[in-house]
């Protein structure tokens, strides 16, 4: 069986295990805001 990354953290946030959080940026702008969202 082969799964995606998305498909694996889906399945380890059910099971209970931590899944640190993410983002997908594109721009310099998204890193901005994806860096205040996350920490």
């Not at 380890?12 to 969202?37: M, Q, W, Y």
Request: hydrophobic share 45%; no cysteine; net charge positive.
């Amino acid at each position: 069986m082969k799964l995606f990354e998305f498909q694996a953290k889906n399945i380890f946030r059910d099971a209970g295990i931590h899944v640190p959080e993410s983002a997908l940026v594109k721009t310099k702008s998204e890193v901005k805001k994806a860096l205040s969202v996350i920490g």
